[in-house]
């Protein structure tokens, strides 16, 4: 089973860039696409509900 997703690399003033520690892997922050969602638009929605 595939499941498609979309993410994107986030980066702060500092240059720190935004990893989450997932099912025992790093991984960069991204979600499962919604009905009629672009990739772009989920990679947009997925981001900014990381950051702080």
């Known amino acids: 089973m595939i499941n498609k997703a979309a993410g ?9 860039t935004l990893f989450i520690f997932r099912r025992g892997f790093w991984d960069m922050p991204k979600g499962k696409f919604e ?17 702080v």
């Open 35 to 51: 009905k009629g969602e672009t990739k772009k638009q989920t990679a947009l929605r997925k981001s900014m509900k990381k950051q």
């Open 8 to 16: 994107g690399l986030i980066m702060n003033e500092f240059g720190e």
